[in-house]
Structures are given as structure tokens and as C-alpha cells.
């Protein structure tokens, strides 16, 4: 046998062994919330479509318009001839809505953090991160190739003697954290953080994947009710409640003409189609319309860890965290019996020994719906 396939094959056998192994599956998603798979349909409760955009005839109209004006594709770079006129509007509304000087759209929200932070540290600089902190930040912070440490999860004092101990053998410094964080669905004390980055002459940065759209009345996990983080790098997706796809910078002018001119993902790489861009504008305009409908998917989760005597939900995502992988896998097995979808997660997207049913809830699922479910995870998974 030829090296290449025996190398694949044994490294493919040893993640069957461990339970690590992945399959794609192949999902028909009706309408927001309902999926076909394998000839069954399920309620899913594993998919980021938040607010059910995905699926919103206002949304997908915008985007045919915008295919049948502007085309399919953008058809080069957007330095090049890619940059079609709906980036414009877009970056117009994504920094009114988080209250910032500029902004700049990406291809998707992994090549958005995999050019933005190369971009803002070299080899003398500190790249400091929550240990949650998404995998394109930590492949934005390995390409960048500064010093990267890592702070224990949401612990803004050993955060702060990491800057103490190594500050100043660098010539710059970022903190960068989840705002939601994705596979836990708690939320960073960027507040303690931005003082914490001040303090040290550090930028903070918050990837807000999981929070634009859905806390904070849709603007994201910087915004509460009476009061707002001013985080300077405030990056995001397209591609989950906003329904679309691509991913953004909110900053400063001068930051977002810098990363249009060092940013490698932006320049290296073709510009979104103009369907994915009028899209996300027309989910803008929806959430900042209908501010609690943005607030449906975090009122669900609630009334679900309700239900489940589970700690209360911050935002839609809910963990409940089993350890185990073969376990995490039959207990998700067991809800789609019941007709749910929960799709288990396990390492290395977790830390080993955390395998977890990871729940999402959207504005669209029904309550009793919700109901059942809890009743389930109490009685059979938690009891
Ligand atoms: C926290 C976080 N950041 C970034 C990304 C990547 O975004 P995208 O799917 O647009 O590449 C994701 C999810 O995929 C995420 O959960």
C-alpha cells in the first residue's frame, strides 16, 4: 500500500478507537428549526441559525436580487476587482451597529481571525488567550508567530499576572477572547478585561461569533441594557444569526485600513459573493428593527435551564457537559430516538475529558417542544 492511504488509514483507525472519529452527514434542513437526516426528521437543536434567518423569505429575497444584479460570484480579491458595491453598505451598517468608526468584511469568520491578529502582532509581540478562545484564534495567534499564553477560562487575574510576568519583553501585546463563548455559552468580563488591557498597554479583541444578533439586543456581548464595552477589536460572523455568511472587523479607521492593506485573508483571497453580503444587510435591518425577536433564542435557552434545573442560560448555547465520548455519543443517540437532534461534541474541540451535548436554541422552537426535551435531559441524562 501506497505510505500516503497507510498513514490515513491507521491515523483513521486510531480515532475510531478513541471514539474521535467524524463522519459527515448529510442534513435537508426544512425550514428553520426541522431536519432530515438518514430518512428521519428531528428537531434539531444543533444549529447556530439563531434567529431562524437562514430561512427568511425577506433574506433570501435580498439575495436573489443581489445575484440577479451583481451575479453569482465576486470574481476576484476584493483589491482587485471583487469589491462589489454592497460591501460599502455593509461595513457601513456593521459599524453603526457596534457603535465603531469602521468596519471590514472577510470571507468567513475563520479567515477573519486567521488575518486580523497576523496582521496586528509579529514575531516580538504577545498574544494572550482565554483557554476557550475558538480554534481560528488560535490559529490566528500561531501564524502570527508572537508569544502566545494561554489564561485560565474567564480568569481575568491570571490573565493579568501573565501581562505582569511577560509584558515587557514585547513590543506589542493583544488579548483575545470569546465574547460567547461557543461550546459553553458564557460570556467573557470584558469590561475587567478592557481595564486589564489598558492597564498593560494590551488590545483586547472579542470574537463575538455567538453574540451578534442574540445579547445585548442583538448588538452583542459588548452591549448590555444601560451600558457598552468600548472593545477597540470587535470581530464577528456572518454566518450564524445573521443567517449568511462571512466574517467582520468593527474598529477604529486606521485599524481597518491597516488590515486592508496587511490583512493576508482579505487581500490573498476572493471576495464573498454579492448574495451572502445583501443578505447580511437585510438581517441587520431585521434585528435592529425587531430587537426581542433578537431576544427569543436567549429566552428559550432560559426556559429551558429552567425546566432542566440546569444553571440559567447567558445566551443560546447550552452545554451539558457528560465527560465521556462513547457515553456523550449514546446520550446523544438516545434524544434523536425521542426525534431530537443534539449532536455531541467532543475533543479536541473540548478539552479531553468534556465531551458534551451542546444545545442551541432559536427564536422559532416551539415551547412545548422545549418542554419535552428538558423533561428528557433531567429524567434520563442528569438523573
Ligand atoms: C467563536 C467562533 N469564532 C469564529 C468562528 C468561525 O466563523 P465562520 O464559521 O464564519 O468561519 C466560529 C464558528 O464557526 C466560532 O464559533
Not at 481560528?136 to 494561554?150: D, M, P
Request: net charge negative; glycine share 8%; charged share 20%.
Amino acid at each position: 500500500m501506497h505510505s500516503l492511504d497507510a498513514y490515513a488509514q491507521d491515523k483513521l483507525a486510531s480515532l475510531r478507537q478513541r471514539h474521535l472519529y467524524r463522519a459527515l452527514n448529510e442534513t435537508l434542513r426544512e425550514d428553520g428549526i426541522w431536519v432530515d437526516r438518514a430518512d428521519r426528521r428531528l428537531l434539531s437543536f444543533s444549529c447556530n441559525d439563531y434567529l431562524n434567518l437562514t430561512q427568511h423569505p425577506a433574506i433570501k429575497q435580498a439575495a436573489i436580487a443581489a445575484i440577479e444584479e451583481h451575479g453569482a460570484g465576486s470574481g476576484a480579491s476584493r483589491l482587485v476587482t471583487g469589491n462589489h458595491p454592497l460591501y460599502a453598505r455593509l461595513e457601513a451598517r456593521l459599524a453603526e451597529f457596534k457603535r465603531t468608526e469602521a468596519a471590514c468584511v472577510f470571507g468567513s469568520g475563520y479567515l477573519a481571525n486567521t488575518g486580523i491578529i497576523p496582521a496586528l502582532i509579529g514575531s516580538d509581540g504577545l498574544v494572550l488567550l482565554d483557554e476557550f478562545s475558538h480554534a481560528c484564534i488560535y490559529a490566528g495567534a500561531q501564524l502570527s508567530r508572537g508569544k502566545v499564553k494561554t489564561f485560565r477560562h474567564n480568569d481575568v487575574g491570571h490573565a493579568r499576572g501573565l501581562l505582569a510576568e511577560h509584558r515587557s519583553q514585547h513590543d506589542r501585546a493583544l488579548i483575545v477572547t470569546d465574547g460567547v463563548f461557543s461550546m459553553d455559552g458564557d460570556i467573557a468580563p470584558l469590561d475587567d478585561l478592557l481595564a486589564l488591557a489598558e492597564q498593560y498597554d494590551a488590545w483586547l479583541m472579542s470574537d463575538d461569533a455567538h453574540g451578534i444578533g442574540v445579547v445585548g439586543g442583538g448588538r452583542g456581548s459588548s452591549f448590555s441594557e444601560n451600558s457598552h464595552v468600548a472593545v477597540p477589536l470587535q470581530m464577528g460572523t456572518l454566518s450564524k444569526a445573521i443567517g449568511s455568511y462571512g466574517g467582520y472587523l468593527c474598529a477604529s479607521a486606521s485599524v481597518i485600513d491597516l488590515m486592508r492593506n496587511r490583512a493576508r485573508t482579505l487581500i490573498y483571497s476572493t471576495g464573498l459573493p454579492p448574495a451572502s453580503v445583501a443578505a447580511a444587510i437585510a438581517a441587520l435591518d431585521l434585528i435592529e428593527r425587531e430587537p426581542a425577536y433578537a431576544g427569543l433564542p436567549l429566552e428559550k435557552a432560559k426556559a429551558f435551564t429552567r425546566r432542566a434545573r440546569l444553571p440559567e442560560a447567558q445566551s443560546p448555547i447550552v452545554p451539558i457537559v457528560i465527560g465521556n465520548e462513547e457515553a456523550t455519543l449514546s446520550a446523544s443517540r438516545a434524544l434523536e430516538e425521542e426525534g431530537f437532534l443534539v449532536v455531541a461534541i467532543r475533543p479536541p474541540t473540548v478539552p479531553a475529558g468534556t465531551a458534551r451535548l451542546r444545545l442551541t436554541f432559536t427564536a422559532q422552537h416551539p415551547d412545548d417542544a422545549i418542554a419535552r426535551l428538558a423533561d428528557i435531559v433531567r429524567e434520563k441524562l442528569l438523573a
